[in-house]
Each structure stands twice: as C-alpha cells, then as structure tokens.
C-alpha cells in the first residue's frame, strides 16, 4: 500500500512533464524517434519539467492570483502536500481525517491545479514541436533534411519525387525506381523506414567502369495509369539510397481551375464512345411500302 | 508522414486524366526545369501540346508503317 501510494503520486506530479514530452512528438509525423535519448535522459527531463511548471504555477498562485484577489484561488501549502505524500505511513494516521476534509473542500481546486499544470505541459510541448517542424527551432532536430521535404508541400500542388537505387542488381545492373512520394517514415538514425510511391516507373543502372549510366527506357509499373490505388512501397531491405527531387510548386487561381476543368470536360466528351450514330443507323421498319 | 495531401492527389489525378491517363506526361511537364512555380494553367496548356505532339507523332508512324506495307510486294 505504502508504495503504490507513494507512485500514484509521484506520477500524477509528474504528468505535466509526460504531456510534455507527448506534445514535443505530436506535431512530428515523420518518426517518434527523430530525438532518441535514454531512458533515464527522458526521465530526468520529465522531473524537470514537471518541477518547474509546479514552480510556476506555485510562484504564479500564491504570489499574484491569491494576493490580487482573485475568486476560487486558494494558496499552495506545501506542508499538507508532505501530510499526502507520506499519509499511509503509521505517524501520520492523525492527519487522514483532516486531509479527508481538505479534500472534501478543494477537490474542484486541486482538480483544476492538475488539469492547468498538465495541459500547460502539452501546450508548451507542442509550441516547441511545430517550432521545430516548421522552422524557427529546425536546428535542434537531429534529421533537418526530413523537414526540408515538408517545407514546400504547402503550396497548391508541392510535389516531390524519388530516385530509389535498389538493392537487386545482376551483372552490374541494378534496379532503380522513380516516383511521387506519397509517404514517407524515417528511423531515429535518420535512415528511410519506408517509402510509398505514386506513379512509380522502373528502369536499370548499369554500373560501368567510368560512369553509371542509366538506360533511358523505364516501364511502368502500373497497368492503368487512370487507377487511383496504385503505389510501391518500398522498406530500408530494398533501398540501398535514394535522391530526392522537388517538383516546382503549381500555383492555381479560380480563373486556372475554370480551365482545367474545361480541358477535362473537352477531353472526356471527346473520348466518350460515340452512340448517336448506332442510333441513328436503327430505323423503325417502314411498313408503309408494302402497299 | 504523408506529403502528398488529398488536395494534391486530386489535382495531380485530374492532370493525369488531363493527359489520358499518361502520367509519363504530367511528370514531364511538372519537371521542367528553370522554374521555382508554374501556373496551373501553364501546366494545362503544355499538357494538351505534349498529348498534340505525342498524336502526331504516333499518326505518322502509323501512316509511315501503312506506307510501308503497301508497297511491300511479294515475292
């Protein structure tokens, strides 16, 4: 009893600083690990961060908002948080009655203290995260060409594609493939997961003794262009290195979209099997000649 | 981490559809280089002339091929 007493508290104290750390990951969609370190390294940087908002909100209530008189705000005494802390010991029988009472009064304050420290944590967590992924704090990532990829993806159609040298060769040919990324994921030693392409093409690159040269032909992988699933992934086993490309940026205004959609509307009525003149070409039988 | 929004994906479908389903196509004409940006309808009017082109080329072919088998005499 004496220890699990002891942990449920040590954790609830400690969940701003794990809301923290979940908001730190939550704006990064490339890999959960893109910032390894220990786990003793994550743990003392929880307690650290959970002490120094419970420091703040501790300078913050019982310095400003109690003394500025604000309406449900009571003061932090830390001499009853000691008394619950150490409350299933034998000495401290005496104060369970009073600490019942307390919390009987103030189960709304203390409530709303964890909420605020907890969800203060995240927040902050995740200021810092976006920070990171979208620019302002890009130099503490440990992979920033893995950002650099997301950075022009914003714009009207911001597409990027993929030269993957494969790891299958015979006779100093090797694979590559080449298509839209469509996903992407990234170790925590910044090497490719796995990679999902879009309209990926195949070709060969034939390793000679000057240059690799890279035959001009590549086949399509896909048997319908018009398909809309159809992707190759690719994991780390196949990818012996990949290059990245980005696709200038098309910008669209409402006057591009009008005649987008008037070439497509042009190309599908032109395509469109023609029936009318089957049609045409049945006539109801004239039984007016026989007579 | 996804880079291609579903906003991307139709527009980039719709281009490809544009080319009569080609993407060989779409791709060409989106890595042209020299350029940070393009207009969209820039990208339209390039794809219709690369399909023009690629049409008129297939047509002489056939009609080189057509030319060539009749005057193909036997034996």
Not at chain 1, 64 to 72: D, N
Not at chain 1, 255 to 268: N, S, T
Request: proline share 5%; aromatic share 8%.
């Amino acid at each position: 009893m004496s220890i699990a007493w002891s942990t449920v508290i040590v954790v609830v104290m400690l969940l701003p600083g794990f809301l923290f750390l979940t908001g730190f990951y939550f704006p990064e969609k490339v890999t959960r690990e893109s910032a390894p370190i220990s786990p003793l390294g994550q743990l003392s940087s929880v307690v650290g961060i959970a002490f120094l908002l419970h420091a703040i909100f501790y300078c913050i209530i019982n310095f400003i908002a109690y003394p500025g008189g604000l309406p449900f705000v009571r003061p932090i005494a830390i001499d009853h948080f000691i008394t619950v802390l150490r409350v299933d010991s034998g000495t401290m029988q005496p104060a369970v009655a009073a600490l019942e009472e307390m919390f009987n009064q103030h189960a709304l304050r203390i409530l709303t203290y964890f909420v605020s420290t907890s969800g203060t944590g995240f927040l902050m967590g995740w200021s810092i995260g976006v920070l990171i992924v979208k620019g302002p704090l890009r130099s503490l990532a440990s992979h920033r060409w893995i950002y650099h990829l997301i950075d022009g993806t914003s714009a009207a159609l911001g597409l990027v594609r993929a030269h993957v040298l494969s790891k299958t060769s015979h006779s100093g040919r090797v694979i590559v493939y080449d298509g839209i990324v469509e996903e992407f994921y990234a170790n925590a030693n910044g090497t490719i997961n796995h990679l999902v392409l879009k309209d990926a093409h195949s070709g060969i690159l034939e390793i000679s003794d000057n240059i690799p040269v890279r035959h001009a032909n590549r086949m399509t992988i896909a048997s319908n262009d018009q398909e809309p699933i159809q992707f190759l992934v690719l994991t780390s086993d196949d990818i012996a290195n990949l290059y990245f490309e980005r696709i200038p940026a098309v910008v669209t205004t409402d006057a591009a979209r009008q005649k987008l959609q008037e070439a497509l509307d042009g190309e599908r009525r032109s395509s469109a099997p023609t029936g009318e003149p089957q049609q045409a070409s049945i006539r109801p039988v004239d039984t007016d000649n026989s007579g | 981490m996804r880079l291609m929004s579903r906003k991307d994906e139709e527009l980039y479908a719709q281009l490809v559809e544009l080319a009569g389903g080609k993407s060989d196509i779409v791709m060409e004409v989106l890595s042209q280089p020299n350029r940070r940006s393009v207009d969209l309808g820039t990208v339209v009017d390039e794809i219709l002339q690369k399909k023009r082109e690629l049409a008129a080329k297939s047509r002489e072919s056939v009609a080189v091929s057509a030319a060539s088998s009749s005057t193909y005499v036997p034996g």
